[in-house]
């Protein structure tokens, strides 16, 4: 019985057979990439928080809040200095829309009319110079929007206790440097009057010569 199978695929079969098999030839490569190092300026701290969040900034000439983007939102801790920073970079440019300092006098509160969103100032470098910005950041959930609020004023109170404690170790420096120098002041006075009776002692033997010459020459 003749086979209906066309003599074409058995064709194409032994063709492809003969593709798959490897002939241990190695091909190099057109052209070679080299690995490039990466820096983000991150790499000196640790992030203790992010989130996914889209950011706005409020536009004072034309009185309305404008998109910066949206991505994650950082709070990065230096970690010699122990400062910690914001920043957002957008999710596909990675293009930076805030970078600023989380200071001891820094505020979040709760956007009105919005309790997934919250509103700061700041003095923000995120455009190559120092701005005083308004910011308003959203996110997906209450629960977000807490978290964020509550480690910004967590770090805020640390740093407030840090320019406390700083502000206190300088103002003992300098009482410590003032009841040093009184102490320096009283030791010299008191040194004053024997300097002063060491000068008077010669005179006062001079005297003595003086007189007894007088009366040796009484006696002549």
């Not at 983000?40 to 928080?49: F, K, V």
Request: aromatic share 4%.
């Amino acid at each position: 019985m003749a086979s209906n199978e066309p003599e074409h695929s058995r064709e194409e079969e032994e063709t492809a057979a003969a593709e798959d098999e490897d002939t241990g030839a190695q091909v190099a490569p057109i052209v070679k990439l080299e690995e490039v190092s990466v820096t983000t300026g991150e790499e000196d701290e640790d992030a203790i928080l992010d989130l996914k969040s889209k950011l706005y900034r409020f536009d004072k000439d034309g009185n309305q809040w404008k998109e910066r983007g949206a991505g994650s939102v950082k709070l990065l801790k230096h970690k010699e200095t122990g400062k910690v920073r914001l920043v957002m970079r957008q999710s596909k440019t990675l293009k930076i829309c805030a970078n600023h300092l989380v200071g001891p006098t820094m505020t979040v509160q709760e956007h009105i009319g919005n309790d997934k969103s919250c509103v700061w100032h700041a003095a923000d470098f995120a455009d190559g110079e120092l701005k005083d910005e308004m910011f308003c950041i959203r996110f997906a959930s209450v629960e977000n929007c807490r978290t964020f609020m509550e480690r910004v004023q967590e770090v805020a109170e640390s740093q407030r206790s840090k320019e406390e404690d700083k502000d206190a170790s300088a103002a003992a420096g300098v009482l410590e440097k003032l009841s040093v120098e009184d102490k320096a002041g009283k030791e010299k006075a008191e040194e004053k009057p024997k300097e002063e009776t060491k000068e008077e002692a010669p005179a006062a033997g001079k005297e003595k010569v003086s007189e007894s010459e007088d009366k040796e020459t009484a006696s002549t």
